[in-house]
T-cell receptor
Framework: AQSVTQLDSQVPVFEEAPVELRCNYS??????LFWYVQYPNQGLQLLLK??????LVKGINGFEAEFNKSQTSFHLRKPSVHISDTAEYFC??????????????FGKGTKLSVIP | ETGVTQTPRHLVMGMTNKKSLKCEQH?????MYWYKQSAKKPLELMFV???????ENNSVPSRFSPECPNSSHLFLHLHTLQPEDSALYLC???????????????FGEGSRLTVL
């Protein structure tokens, strides 16, 4: 079964410092990769996605992620965080699981806390 | 604004009540989902409807009853719930993956349910 691992459940970081949120997945086949963000008391919204092509993907709010096939990773990064980036971040993977069927799996989430 | 609307945003109910959560999407998607998000737990997929047919039911107790009358609407009927059912219930929609579609989910803002 496919799995998505977000290694850090909580990441505190000072304002204007860089941050990296880690995501690893277990799949040897082609996948689609996503990062979602959830602000307090809201639903999840798409931050960025990797489908194919360039391994560096840029998303909204200055975030980017790099797909590394050999390490099966899709880490999320931002060079300088703001207070408003405080939220929970979810990594997700869609993998083809059979003829015409796909499996979507979410990680457990990483809570990013930006400290003034 | 993701194009997926959930009502009500907040609901408080007793264990003997019957209530329903509603989800509506006008994105032309053909799959809809219910997720449960509890504190300190990962996202739990409850139900998936594809083309108005239920394709997944992840061992959800029968006190939760989904209904998908058409591709734009999804309901979650609730009856005789338990306090541990208190959570944020998220609705999402997508195009089915394949044929150029990635299957990414678009989420509503959630319905915060409290069972007394």
């Amino acid at each position: 079964a496919q799995s998505v691992t977000q290694l850090d459940s909580q990441v505190p970081v000072f304002e204007e410092a860089p941050v990296e949120l880690r995501c690893n997945y277990s799949s040897s086949v082609s996948v689609y990769l996503f990062w979602y963000v959830q602000y307090p008391n809201q639903g999840l919204q798409l931050l960025l996605k990797y489908l194919s092509g360039s391994t560096l993907v840029k998303g909204i709010n200055g975030f980017e992620a790099e797909f590394n096939k050999s390490q099966t990773s899709f880490h999320l990064r931002k060079p300088s965080v703001h207070i408003s980036d405080t939220a929970e971040y979810f990594c997700a993977v869609i993998q083809r699981s059979g003829a015409g069927s796909y499996q979507l799996t979410f990680g457990k989430g990483t809570k990013l806390s930006v400290i003034p | 604004e993701t194009g997926v609307t959930q009502t009500p945003r907040h609901l408080v109910m007793g264990m003997t009540n019957k209530k329903s959560l509603k989800c509506e999407q006008h994105l032309g998607h053909n799959a809809m989902y219910w997720y449960k998000q509890s504190a300190k737990k990962p996202l739990e997929l409850m139900f998936v409807y594809s083309l108005e047919e239920r394709v997944e039911n992840n061992s959800v107790p029968s006190r939760f009853s989904p209904e998908c009358p058409n591709s734009s609407h999804l309901f979650l009927h609730l009856h005789t719930l338990q306090p541990e059912d208190s959570a944020l219930y998220l609705c999402a929609s997508s195009r089915n993956p394949g044929q150029g579609n990635t299957g990414e989910l678009f989420f509503g803002e959630g319905s915060r349910l409290t069972v007394l």
